[in-house]
């Protein structure tokens, strides 16, 4: 572990420097009114909300290179007054993150914010009771269910380590592809095998990656800000009460299943129509495109707009690998690869095609990374299936598709 009296003054220093520039740094946990009910539903499935709701440890990095990258962060900190407010901020909030005790629900909730600053503006409902947590399960997927008469957003927190491995190893394939694509088939089995990943093995980009830079940050931040604000448009849409529920079987490890399923070891939870979830993913990716366009950062709507592309690209990857393992995912979304055509098709409707260079080049990596295996396929081009379930999703949600031939006449 850290030295705890350097880690106390890189922290004293950060909220001088915060101050000194008029930055505000997010609490630790932005609502912590959400806490209570969170861990009443943990406990009624019988799970420990310390064991779920973990501190966040930075074990991703490995031991011998902490204290070189606790060198660069603060070259970083030393180098602040040629920064702008926003790489500032970005910079002193990544060092809080990794230095102070702070939970994964925490977490969770501060990502997820701006999102939920939107949702409640656009549906009153949200700003009833509401809460968003880190879920017991191990699956990829977000899911939503009702505790309490509260909509619950649970989300796994180890997808979340997942992400920021692809996003890191994209970036790392700048300088070296062939070291980016096995290491990401690494990380994936290791996570179809655990439901979590074990990050330390992971030199993560040594001499490739500059890990004070914080594109890599603000990128896996927008993908699972996706995540999250997937789960929140199930509640904003009302599916939290019209769609189905079905109970589902809690694994603590995917290598080790509980012999003797209990109640208890079963939670209930929406199974909402592949109609209902790709429309959570197009109200996902416009929430998030609105958060984004009243930032004053002019890099954050095409970051938005990379968000959604890195997660279905990297969610491809991992149901690409469960199926090579001769596992289905027992999860009711429909493919990560029909999600991304409808996904880009609402980035051009949104008219956002010059804004979603970002997420081209995860595409890239996304086909790089899956033509290692020959059956890889990556979503077509052109599908008239998916044009017809794109006219009337977006139609549900108001999209003015007047314009948009390339949908409505070719189905
Ligand atoms: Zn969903």
Excluded at 169 to 192: C, H, M, N, P
Excluded at 267 to 290: K, R, T, Y
Aim: glycine content about 6%; proline content about 5%; overall charge negative.
């Amino acid at each position: 572990m850290y030295d705890k009296g350097k880690v106390d003054k890189l922290l004293g220093l950060v909220h001088e420097m915060a101050k000194e520039r008029n930055i505000e740094l997010p609490p630790s946990d932005p609502n912590p009114e959400q806490q209570p009910v969170y861990e009443r539903y943990l406990r009624s499935i019988g799970r420990k909300p310390d064991d779920i709701d973990r501190v966040i440890e930075i074990e991703r990095i490995p031991q011998e290179q902490r204290g070189m990258i606790y060198g660069m962060l603060l070259t970083s900190l030393m180098n602040a007054k040629n920064q702008s407010d926003s790489e500032l901020k970005q910079l002193l909030f990544l060092i809080t993150t990794l230095f102070s005790e702070q939970r994964a629900t925490g977490f969770l909730r501060t990502i997820a914010a701006p999102v939920v600053a939107v949702a409640k503006r656009k549906t009153p409902a949200l700003n009833e009771a509401f809460c968003l947590g880190v879920s017991p399960l191990k699956w990829f997927n977000g899911q939503s269910l009702i505790f309490e008469r509260t909509p619950l957003c649970l989300v796994q927190s180890g997808c979340f380590s997942l992400i920021e491995i692809f996003v890191t190893l994209f970036q790392a394939s700048q300088k070296d592809v062939g070291y980016a694509v096995s290491g990401t088939w690494r990380a994936i089995e290791d996570y179809i095998r655990t439901g979590e990943v074990k990050p330390a093995e992971y030199g993560l980009g040594q001499g490739l990656v500059n890990f004070g830079d914080s594109l890599i940050g603000v990128l896996t931040t927008s993908a699972e800000q996706f995540v999250v604000a997937h789960e929140i448009g199930h509640v904003a849409l009302g599916h939290t009460v019209t769609a189905l529920r079905g109970l589902v079987p809690i694994e603590t490890n995917r290598a080790a299943p509980t012999a003797m399923a209990t109640s208890r070891d079963k939670m209930e939870i929406i199974q909402p129509s592949h109609f209902d979830e790709h429309c959570a993913d197009i109200w996902g990716v416009s929430s998030q495109l609105e958060a984004a366009a009243s930032a004053s950062d002019e890099a954050a709507v095409p970051i938005a707009c990379a968000g959604s592309t890195i997660f279905m690209g990297l969610s491809m990857l991992v149901e690409f690998a469960y199926r090579l393992h001769g596992e289905q995912l027992d999860d009711t979304h429909p493919s990560a690869s029909d999600r991304l055509y409808l996904i880009e098709l609402a980035l051009e409707l949104t008219g956002n095609h010059e804004n979603a260079y970002v997420a081209h080049r995860f595409r890239e990596f996304t086909e790089q990374v899956g033509r290692r295996h020959p059956n890889f396929e990556m979503p077509s081009l052109l599908s008239r299936a998916l044009n017809k379930m794109a006219q009337s999703v977006f139609e549900h949600l108001g999209f003015d598709l007047s314009k948009a031939t390339y949908i409505t006449e070719f189905q």
